[in-house]
C-alpha cells in the first residue's frame, strides 16, 4: 500500500504561482510513475504532470510552459509548480502514483483557487 498526502493548495489571483507537494508513505520502494491530476465537478478527471523515477516528464499541453513536476526520490516528494495561474486552472488536484504492477494509488485531494 501507498499513501499521498497532498499540500499546498489554496487561493491565488490569476497570474500568481502556487506549489503543491505530495508526500508518499507505505510501499515507496514499488512507486515508479508519480503526478498530478485535476478534476472538475462533473468532468473526467485529467493528467496534468508526470514523472518517472528517472525523471522523465509529460505535461499536458494547458499547463506547458507554466507548470514544472519535480520529484525528491530521497524523501519520496513530488511537487508541482504552478506560475501564471489562470482562473480555468482553478480545481481540485489529486496527486498520483504507480507501482511497478501497474496499481493506482490516490491521494484526497487539494483545492486550488483562482480569482480573476
Known amino acids: 500500500q501507498v499513501q499521498l498526502v497532498e499540500s499546498g493548495g489554496g487561493l491565488v489571483q490569476a497570474g500568481g504561482s502556487l506549489r503543491l507537494s505530495c508526500a508518499a508513505s507505505?510501499?515507496?520502494?514499488?512507486?515508479?510513475?508519480m503526478g498530478w491530476y485535476r478534476q472538475t465537478p462533473g468532468k473526467q478527471r485529467e493528467l496534468v504532470a508526470v514523472?518517472?523515477?528517472?525523471?522523465?516528464?509529460n505535461y499536458a499541453d494547458s499547463v506547458k510552459g507554466r507548470f514544472t513536476i519535480s520529484r525528491d526520490n530521497a524523501n519520496n516528494t513530488v511537487y508541482l509548480q504552478m506560475n501564471s495561474l489562470k482562473p480555468e486552472d482553478a480545481t481540485v488536484y489529486y496527486c498520483?502514483?504507480?507501482?511497478?504492477?501497474?496499481?493506482?494509488?490516490w491521494g484526497k485531494g487539494t483545492l486550488v483557487t483562482v480569482s480573476s
Open positions: 498520483n502514483a504507480v507501482n511497478s504492477g501497474g496499481m493506482n494509488y
Open positions: 507505505g510501499s515507496i520502494f514499488s512507486i515508479n510513475v
Open positions: 514523472i518517472t523515477g528517472g525523471g522523465s516528464t
